[in-house]
């Protein structure tokens, strides 16, 4: 008789690899920061300051210490739950972070959704056979193919002249008005910028998945009993896709919460993005890693959740 | 699905033209309806910066728009303008009301403050705000960057609530200007906090600041600041943060924002013509600082002392650059004034030495000519023994080749790069450009791991330049030139009391530089900001700030003001 595995072994081996990850992050972000040279300080460049000076101010933040004692420093505040503190902003890690990871999430989640819809209809105007008008097909294909070759930059900067600048429907910049952190009308364009090549990426994947549809049984079947090609399109082609729609989605989502620097650059949207490059740039350490573990765990749920649409894509008949 | 390119054709034709519609609308133009806009105060001046201030602390600070906004909170002693008296730096009173010399003790001025000065928590502001103040500066367990001179202050006495006499450690014609540099802070609030704990507190939570302004509000997006002073022209200062240096120009062309500084200098010409630009004297300059010693010998044999430096120079001099008549030669073929006409639109000036960039302390006399001259470059090089073979400088097996070190980031510092290695090598020299990441680049300077490197350094508004030439900064790794020769005439400098007898010394410490020529300056830009179409307004932008004397900023035109 086969031994039940206690319910939590499963719990337990997740969260030991996800440690063992954060682990192998942290440490290849010191080491890339240490190969790469210099300190926050040494990078400051105003030869107004004396040596003096300099070694006073790399002392006050700790960065006249060896490597060796700064890793360890450095892993001693991680194994105590804190971040360590951040020279270019002047505040402790966890006080930066919140914010930004708030924005980049909310802008990953929307660009993602706003990706689902717009490819949604973009199938449907690739598919020969789901009932879109010819007009409406040649306009998607057309359309399909430049947002394949537009990146996310170019569109953010058109619609940032276009629809902000000159016809004034959306704000031009930040992630919300006073006061607030994300408001729904500052989402608007950067999510655009992001979905519409997104979109065009998820149709590429999805139109191959959905092209075998037709010479399956039940899809004969349905259209034999009369149901029009737009219903079945609508209402069981595309529930089919979901698993895989949602696998594509686990693998992307992280990396599109984990910042969109050139999106946030453009629109003013400070999200992690800016914060990483901001951290790289500026030899910041503590930020460096602070957000580099976000961006792992968000990449580890992402990869779960993938990996959890695996057996619905096996009895789907996708893949083995 | 056939391809189609006729659908292609059509659909970039409606893109086309959308993207050639009118132009933007301005602030004129009321915004759409989803633009929730409810009307501002008066003379709320909405600005573009591209970073936030990192702390609202001046003695904690590293970045530049903290300093800015630093300025804007906390007092100096004195107004410091931006033009010279008598060879120093203007000081009008502000929190000094008044100051004299003492006969005794020697070296001594006593300050006299206002009376009736408050904080921003109605606590009185004294000379023990001063003195406290004084002693932060002078700690050598705070950061602080500023004050060239640590031990500029030898003492002080508190005489009375608003009265200080400060003793300076040598007599100066800028000791109260260098004393000037640092904002006075609240003692019996900063001293709430330890030292220690400076970098880590909340700033911004409980200010006690003495203004013009105050900060209302500050996020990593925005931030807005409020007069103290119900009679201040500009009551509000809302800022953005826009990293982006194009959607700041964007935006002030469109009129979202009235003002911002750090737009796109590749943008000269177009903000020239579009937006109201506000050239402003900057004391930013940008040279080749030429490397007197074999890139190697540097690290191979790092100098303890100034006569070590010496011996390096002597013993490992640099194969084709330790010659001052090589240094010499190469300066004279480089056509800069073209480079100004090309790249700065002659938005920029080409000074003849460190002490003519900014503030001009020797516009008293005809500049040298600087013009191209490859006859002499020519002479000069055969003099240093150089030949010319096949249109290629050589002198024995050596060629006349080089390498130019440079850090990423800027298409100005290329487009001059290339132009110089074009003018050298039509001249029969051969120049290698380095562009590399500014970590390598900061590492390859210290260790003079260069032949000439490309810096731009901030100079200060007072003739001394210790950081740039000292050898003792040459020691310490931050000297770029490596160069001791000038050091012993810029020490007098720091000591020098009268005005005539500086000008002098400038006189003697320019040609001693021409004719060692260290550095080949390139430009000294000028800054610019921006103010948006139709604002009419009083800005007086300038090297100590872009928001210099922000609180007599006058809006003078009453549609101006949203």
């Known amino acids: ?320 | 699905m056939r391809f189609s390119p006729v659908t292609h054709a059509a659909l970039f034709l409606v893109l086309f033209t959308l993207a050639c519609g009118p132009t933007p609308s301005t602030q004129e133009t009321p915004p759409a309806a989803n633009e929730k806009q409810t009307a501002a105060p008066a003379h709320t001046l909405k600005i573009g910066m591209r970073f936030p201030p990192d702390i609202l602390n001046p003695y904690i600070s590293t970045n530049e728009n903290g300093n800015i906004i630093n300025q804007l909170l906390f007092p100096s002693l004195f107004h410091e303008l931006p033009t010279l008296k008598d060879s120093v730096p203007r000081l009008d009173p502000y929190l000094v009301v008044s100051h004299r010399r003492l006969e005794t003790p020697a070296n001594t001025h006593e300050l006299k403050l206002k009376s009736g000065l408050t904080w921003s928590d109605g606590t009185p502001l004294t000379a023990e705000d001063v003195a406290y103040t004084l002693d932060i500066q002078q700690r050598d367990d705070l950061p602080w960057f500023g004050f060239t001179q640590k031990n500029l202050v030898a003492s002080y006495q508190v005489i009375d609530e608003t009265t200080i006499a400060i003793t300076f450690s040598n007599n100066s014609l800028y000791n109260l200007v260098i004393l000037n540099e640092g904002l006075i802070v609240p003692k019996h609030h900063f001293s709430k906090v330890p030292v220690s704990e400076w970098a880590k507190h909340d700033w911004q939570q409980d200010q006690v600041v003495y203004g013009p302004y105050r900060v209302a509000e500050l996020s990593d997006e925005r931030m807005t600041l409020t007069a103290r002073d119900p009679a201040t022209p500009i009551q509000e200062v809302s800022a953005v943060f826009i990293r982006n240096r194009e959607t700041l120009f964007t935006l002030v062309k469109s009129g979202d924002l009235d003002y911002a500084w750090n737009l796109p200098q590749e943008r000269l010409t177009d903000i020239a013509q579009e937006l109201q630009p506000l050239f402003y004297r900057d004391l930013f300059v940008s040279w080749l600082a030429w490397n007197p010693l074999h890139p190697s010998a540097y690290a191979q044999n790092t100098p303890q002392t100034r006569e070590d430096l010496r011996q390096l120079k002597k013993n490992n001099p640099h194969p084709v650059l330790a010659d001052a008549r090589v240094r010499r030669a190469l300066t004279l073929v480089l056509d800069r004034a073209n480079y100004l006409s090309r790249i700065w639109h002659n938005h920029a000036d080409l000074p003849a030495s460190p002490w003519r960039a900014g503030l001009g302390y020797l516009d008293h006399l005809s500049p040298p000519d600087d013009s191209v001259n490859l006859e002499q470059a020519a002479e000069l090089l055969t003099a240093a023994g150089w030949r010319k073979v096949d249109d290629r400088w050589q002198k024995g097996d050596q060629p006349l080749h080089f390498s130019l070190l440079c850090y990423q980031g800027s298409d100005l510092r290329n487009n001059y790069l290339q132009l110089i290695q074009a003018d050298l090598q039509r001249f029969g020299a051969t120049v290698k450009l380095d562009v590399v990441e500014v970590s390598q680049y900061v590492k390859q300077a210290q260790t003079r791991a260069y032949d000439g490197v490309f810096f731009t350094v901030r100079l200060s508004s007072r003739p001394i330049f210790a950081s740039l030439f000292h050898g003792d900064a040459a020691l310490g790794g931050d000297n770029w030139t490596a160069t001791t020769e000038l050091d012993a005439q810029i020490e007098q400098l720091k000591v020098v009391a009268d005005a005539d007898e500086l000008k002098t010394l400038l006189v003697d410490l320019e040609n001693a530089y021409r004719e060692l020529m260290p550095v080949t300056i390139l430009y000294n830009g000028r800054r610019l900001a921006a103010l948006r179409p139709g604002l009419d307004i009083e800005a007086h932008p300038s090297h100590l700030s872009p928001l210099y004397r922000l609180e007599t900023w006058r809006v003078t035109s009453p549609t101006a003001a949203p």
């Open chain 1, 1 to 320: 008789m086969k031994r039940r595995l206690p319910p939590w072994r499963p719990m337990f081996f997740f969260f030991g690899r996800v440690l063992l990850l954060f682990w192998m992050v942290a440490n290849l972000a010191f080491v890339c920061l240490h190969v790469a040279g210099n300190n926050p300080v040494d990078l400051y460049l105003d030869a107004r300051l004396t040596p003096e000076q300099r070694e006073r101010i790399k002392a006050y933040y700790g960065y006249d210490q060896s490597a060796a004692v700064r890793y360890q420093r450095f892993m001693g505040t991680l194994v105590r739950g804190e971040l360590g503190y951040s020279f270019t902003r002047k505040k402790a890690v966890a006080d930066v972070l919140p914010k930004p990871m708030l924005r980049s999430l909310a802008l990953g989640v929307c660009a993602c959704a706003g990706a689902v819809f717009i490819a949604c209809l973009l199938l449907w105007t690739r598919q020969p056979r789901a009932g879109a008008p010819r007009w409406l097909q040649r306009l998607g294909y057309a359309l399909h193919q430049i947002l394949l070759v537009t990146p996310s930059f170019l569109i953010a900067v058109l619609l940032l002249q276009w629809v902000a600048v000159r016809w004034r429907w959306f704000p031009l910049y930040g992630s919300a008005g006073a006061g607030g952190v994300v408001s729904p009308s500052h989402l608007v364009l950067p999510s655009l910028a992001v979905a519409l090549p997104f979109s065009a990426y998820l149709v590429t994947y999805l139109q191959e998945h959905l092209a075998n549809h037709y010479q399956q049984s039940w899809y004969l079947s349905a259209r034999g009993r009369g149901i029009s090609e737009a219903r079945l399109f609508w209402n069981h082609q595309l529930r089919m896709a979901v698993p895989l729609l949602l696998q594509i989605i686990g693998l992307y989502l992280p990396a599109l919460c984990s910042g969109v620097l050139i999106v946030e650059n453009i629109f003013g949207w400070s999200g992690m993005g800016l914060i990483m490059i901001d951290a790289v740039t500026g030899r910041d350490y503590p930020l460096l890693v602070g957000a580099a573990l976000w961006s792992a765990w968000l990449t580890t749920l992402g990869y779960q959740f993938a990996d959890s649409q695996r057996r619905r894509l096996v009895y789907t008949g996708v893949t083995a």
